[in-house]
């Protein structure tokens, strides 16, 4: 018998339930279990995770453009410098838009708003949530577009109007005095986000000018979408900087882009999935030590045997692989069937409503899953090594066995 054979005649003979000594078996078949659910419960956590920072991803998309154009002065931007970037960039959807604060009164409820002056058509190229909430351009300047949550929370009625209030400078300097206006409803958005939809209100430029007593249009800033905003930012900085040489003149503008307007959210969520990803390897690394007392027990079971297999010509490198191989096998098989059970138990939460999650909290009713090849690999590669590393040291050491003494005493 080739002493391949031979190796795995016998490991397949130690991973037999051993009814002399259960208690062995037992504790191997443990350390599967350990192994598994420990694989099982990593990859989840992390599908759930990734889920949610795609989540959070997508509602930020609401509230936050790809890239966002911003006026560093009080004069704002021109005309000019909009044509520019369209001629530029024709694959792009830019929407210039004008703001100014404001606070809704209704009878006794008032609520502060933030109020963009925009073209409805190019802000619903940009814009996903207007898109879908089919409002049209409006003939009267001073008609609005407003979240449902506020247009419930204010109690209006078909074809009522609502009373802003803004401030403005007094002739003297000194003061604000309040401005009063009132706006017609010509549409409703819903977000799907509570604070949005309470804060955000949409007309048009000529409102906005004729508020603040301005001759000409100056923009605040340009809303762009880019499927690709990463690497188009870099050109839009670059464009601005060519825009200025061209006009001789300073731009007063800057270039945002929305992972840069919340990089510290998703650093955190980032440093928050990598903490519980180390924190749930430890549960593989605790299921592991059964292994290495499962093999341990083996060894000191199995003294005699080993002792013949190396009077008989066996070498220490074939016990060493024989238990390596054993421990291998358990582990192994633990991480196999901890992914396949992975993925049984996130097909169950993505197809039943099992768990379920406040819609007003997190903008789902439903709890979101994805899990990421890297997440996939990496998980395999750590409870690997994990297994590989408590496989050795019993294997190791099942190697060290004194022949003589063994056959001797034994």
Known sequence: MQKSSLIAFILCHYLKFDKTQPFISITAILAFLGVGVGVMVLLVAMSIMNGMIKEFENRLFIMN????????????????????????????????????????????????????????????????????????????????????????????????KITLIFTELAPTGLTLSPKMKKFGISGLFSSGLRNYDNSIVYTSFDAIKAIRGLQHTAYEGFHIFSATPMKDIESI?????????????EVY???????????????????????????????????SLNIISSLLMVVMNRRKEIALLISLGASKTHIRKIFFRLGVVIG???????????????????????????????????????????????????????????????????????????????
């Open 65 to 160: 453009y790809p890239i966002t154009i911003f006026s560093t002065s009080s004069n704002g931007l021109e005309s000019k410098l909009l044509n520019f970037l369209e001629n530029k960039f024709p694959e792009l959807k830019i929407s210039p838009y004008m703001q100014t604060q404001a606070v809704v009164r209704m009878g006794a409820e008032i609520y502060p708003v933030v109020v963009y002056g925009v073209d409805l058509e190019k802000e619903k190229e940009v814009n996903q949530v207007l898109l879908k909430s089919h409002a049209t351009q409006s003939h009267n300047p001073f008609d609005m577009v407003i979240g449902e949550t506020l247009y419930y929370a204010l109690n209006l009625q078909k074809d009522e």
């Open 237 to 249: 900085r670059q464009a601005l900087q060519e825009y200025g040489m061209i006009e001789n003149q």
């Open 253 to 287: 503008a800057e270039a945002q882009g929305w992972w840069e307007q919340n990089g510290n959210f998703f650093s955190a969520m980032e440093l928050e999935k990598k903490a519980l990803f180390f924190v749930l390897m430890l549960i593989i690394l605790m299921a």
């Open 332 to 410: 192994g098989s633990g991480i196999v069937c901890g992914v396949v059970g992975a993925f049984l138990v996130m097909w169950i939460l993505k197809t039943f409503d099992i768990i379920s999650i406040p819609v007003d909290v997190y903008g789902t009713s439903h709890l979101p899953i994805e899990l990421l090849i890297n997440d996939l690999i990496w998980t395999i590669i750590g409870a690997c090594i994990i297994v590989c590393l408590s496989s050795y040291y019993p294997a190791k050491k099942a190697s060290q066995i004194d022949v003589l003494q063994v056959l001797r005493n034994e």
